[in-house]
């Protein structure tokens, strides 16, 4: 009974400081970056609001007309952290000049992002850009609460391998104990990459002190099954047609007293995917409200420009057993299928991988050292970091959160 007891206090404990300790993220961020931005979203039904404008004003949600003021929205944590990509970027360019020697070069082989089919795609509509990978999986703080932090990392690929993973841009912070509503989440990140790939970024280069542009645009997303078919809106591997690359519709077998999704090899390979058709499908499941071949709806990054929605997601490679168990083993297994085509568009395995997302978030994750006010924790190491792009160490590779 004791413990019992004792359990229920430390769950309403952590769950009474939460909404707290966002608020005291909010002000703590206020002295970290100048930049960043406070984006709300409704307390009912998650939808997008806006942009932090003065504590007393009203925020409506467009969707279900609830009303919150932003105080009331700082308070209960409905509100998000974004931290423009423009400026970052803007401070990366103008430290470390970056050209574009290295993804001119003549390599043999497949050796990075550049020497695959998405990027020589970008080369030839763009003759001035930089590319983004990014990622964001959720993160659990705690082993014993749900509370869990979303970053959205991205680096940028035009960056020489040896220095892209000390370049890591933290470019939004969800945090709390549901998993994000990507369309809220992403929607000001899909926006500045419309901005980015339209009008494109202006820096000051450092070394012949001239104004330069260059077009941006987001070319890779490195997430893991859990995120994947959140930002593809898609069905997960565990439903009918849950593969993200083709149209195997999978089987539903017995296993124990439940049921799993195995992906048999088929004497013919299932028709891939594509963007454009997968677009086609978002459209028509949205407007009818049902999943069409395991499309739920209309992704929530489909207006990312240049990018990919199937091609430019890279195949969850590195989890497999360790993080899902054997259940998940068999789409792994099928997924394997397509890792050659993902090469073939996305370049060298090395570079597609998750590994400086996983060791940048296991870094935010060591800062927590006790679980209370986890956000003040985190953010005053943050503060401590004290630029927009970090200097991490491979020290980090040690992803405490996989444990
Ligand atoms: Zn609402
Ligand atoms: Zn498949």
Not at 107 to 125: A, F, H, M, P, Q
Not at 212 to 222: D, G, M, N, P
């Amino acid at each position: 009974m004791e413990d019992l007891l004792k359990l229920l206090r430390l769950c309403s404990c952590d769950a009474a400081s939460i909404p707290r300790s966002k608020y005291m993220l909010e002000k703590a961020f206020e002295h970290f970056v100048d930049k960043s931005e406070y984006h709300h979203y409704c307390g009912f039904c998650s939808s997008y609001i806006g942009k932090s404008m003065s504590k007393d004003s009203e925020l409506k949600c467009q969707i279900c007309s609830s009303t919150q003021t932003v105080r009331q929205s700082l308070e209960l944590g409905n509100f998000f952290i974004y931290i423009p990509l423009k400026d970052q970027l803007k401070a990366l360019l103008e430290n470390e000049p970056i050209t574009n020697d290295y993804t001119e070069q003549t390599r043999d082989g497949i050796t990075d992002i550049s020497d695959g089919k998405l990027y020589k795609y970008l080369k030839s509509v763009s003759n001035s850009f930089f590319s983004l990978s990014f990622n964001c999986d959720g993160v659990p703080v705690f082993q014993s609460s749900k509370f869990s932090i979303w970053p959205l990392l991205c680096s940028v690929n035009e960056v020489p391998p040896e220095g892209r993973d000390k370049n890591v841009i933290l470019c939004a912070l969800w945090f709390g104990s549901s998993k994000p509503l990507m369309a809220s989440f992403l929607k000001p990140f899909v926006e500045e990459c419309k901005s980015l790939g339209q009008t494109g970024l202006q820096w000051q280069d450092p070394v012949e002190h001239t104004v330069k542009t260059a077009k941006v645009y987001a070319l890779c997303s490195i997430c893991d099954a859990v995120a994947r078919p959140l930002l593809q809106n898609f069905k997960q591997f565990n439903g009918e047609y849950g593969c993200v690359y083709c149209l195997h519709t999978g089987v539903q077998v017995r296993k124990g007293n439940g049921t799993v999704r195995v992906y048999p090899c088929l004497e013919e390979m299932p028709d891939l995917r594509d963007h454009d058709t997968t677009v086609k499908i978002g459209e028509i499941a949205k407007s009818n409200k049902r999943t069409v071949l395991g499309i739920k709806g209309q992704s929530p990054i489909v207006d990312l420009p240049n990018f990919d929605l199937i091609n430019g997601m890279v195949p969850d490679y590195m989890h497999f057993q360790s993080l899902y168990g054997e259940d998940q083993m068999t789409y792994n297994m099928h997924a394997l299928l397509h890792l050659a085509k993902s090469v073939e568009n996305l370049g060298a395995l090395w570079a597609q991988s998750a590994f400086m997302f996983e060791s940048y978030n296991g870094y935010l994750l060591k800062q927590v050292k006790s679980s209370n006010a986890v956000s003040q924790q985190l953010c005053k190491e943050l503060h401590g970091l004290g630029h927009y792009h970090t200097s991490l160490r491979p020290a980090y590779l040690m992803m405490s959160h996989l444990k």
